[in-house]
């Protein structure tokens, strides 16, 4: 832009540098007009591309969020029908925590409320997938509880 502002400038100095110059004062006023509307078109020019050239960024953008989302959700689903194990590892670390920023309940400061919250919130089936401390240490070969639990979960966590 700095560049584009540069090229009228001058070419408006040097059109006041022809018009000193000329007695006939109609060719002046031609030129005159003829590098404003040059500049003008130019800068017309400039202001859609540039605009242009922003949308495109902006939808890039969310076409690599929304790529990113679908490549997680499609982790996190393969991860609840795997094994237990994997379950264990990197689901319900992450629901834990998830439900501690939602109820307001933290496992380090009152660990009977965070169960009870627990409890109460997902019922006894569920909340054994999310309870931190419901770790198998021999169950690495035992199946997930599968995308249809992992879906009441979310579902009981978005109520919060």
């Given at each position: 832009m700095t560049k584009l502002v540069l090229a009228g400038l001058g070419l408006v100095v040097a059109v006041q540098l022809f018009a000193i110059t000329q007695l006939d004062r109609q060719l002046v006023v031609g030129v005159s007009g003829a590098a404003l509307g040059c500049v003008l078109i130019a800068v017309r020019w400039h202001l859609t591309h540039q605009t242009a050239t922003y949308e495109d960024a902006a939808t890039g953008d969310a076409g690599a969020s929304l790529r990113r989302w679908l490549s997680r959700t499609e982790t996190l689903i393969s991860w609840s029908e795997s094994s237990r194990s994997d379950w264990d590892r990197r689901l319900r670390p992450m629901l834990a925590r998830q439900f501690?920023?939602?109820?307001?309940?933290?496992?380090?400061k009152d660990p009977k409320a965070f169960h009870a919250a627990g409890r109460?919130?997902?019922?006894?089936?569920?909340w054994r997938w999310v309870d931190p401390e419901n770790i198998s240490r021999d169950g690495g070969q035992e199946a997930?509880?599968?995308?249809?639990?992992?879906?009441?979960?979310l579902q009981r966590l978005e109520q919060l």
């Open positions: 501690e920023l939602a109820s307001g309940q933290r496992k380090a109460m919130l997902f019922g006894e089936q569920l997930g509880p599968g995308r249809e639990t992992l879906n009441d979960i």
